[in-house]
């Protein structure tokens, strides 16, 4: 029987427990993926990395190098497409062949969806809960795509962090240098920061 959990998505975990949660979806940022591996081995966290399928086969050892952290492999859909306004025949093809590429290449099964864009309809969040996968969103947006002064990004994100948050972000480089700030006002909050799983786990 297919799991209630995995019909709607989750926008965020629970707000009575101080977890929250950085998501990063990865179909771009080679540039600055190892810097942020490094750091988050530096501060001893795991998170939930969504990849998007395409890169993971162009790129399987940046995507091993993910896996081999400890962090929480996502499926972010084949090639970057908006699920809303695509065929059920290509949202199925999207979610299919990513994780038939993840478990290829990384010997993983994603357990979490997120779309590109953040656009979907029922019928994405329904094909990704035919193969047991929860869609995720967010709470918080980094905006790192477009702010390239990671002060911005600080200014927006840190008064807002609260308990359950799940924040969305990117190898940038505004992220990569936001992000030190970032744990450090999350400290300050005694919020702790883990991936996915460990922050659905009281949910």
């Not at 101080?18 to 988050?40: C, H, Q, R």
């Not at 399928?53 to 190098?65: D, I, T």
Request: aromatic share 8%.
């Amino acid at each position: 029987m297919e799991d209630n959990k995995n019909s709607f998505p989750l926008y965020h975990g629970s707000e009575s427990i101080p977890k929250i949660s950085f998501m990063v979806n990865v179909a771009w940022g080679n540039k600055y993926l190892i810097d942020l591996l490094e750091l988050l081995k530096e501060k001893n966290i795991s998170l939930t990395f969504f990849l998007e399928g395409r890169w993971v086969e162009n790129f399987p050892k940046l995507a091993l190098m993910v896996r081999n952290a400890k962090h929480e492999i996502g499926n972010h859909a084949y090639s970057h497409q908006d699920m809303s306004t695509i065929s059920t025949e290509e949202i199925q093809m999207e979610i299919t062949k990513t994780n038939e590429i993840i478990n290829r290449i990384l010997g993983v099964s994603p357990k979490y969806f997120t779309p590109p864009y953040g656009s979907f309809d029922q019928r994405t969040i329904d094909h990704a809960a035919q193969h047991n996968m929860t869609t995720i969103m967010w709470s918080l947006d980094t905006i790192d795509w477009r702010f390239e002064n990671p002060n911005e990004i600080v200014e927006n994100i840190a008064p807002n962090l609260k308990n359950g948050d799940i924040i969305l972000m990117h190898p940038t480089n505004s992220s990569l240098k936001a992000l030190p700030v970032l744990i450090e006002k999350a400290a300050e909050k005694n919020l702790q920061i883990v991936n996915i799983s460990e922050l659905l786990k009281t949910k």
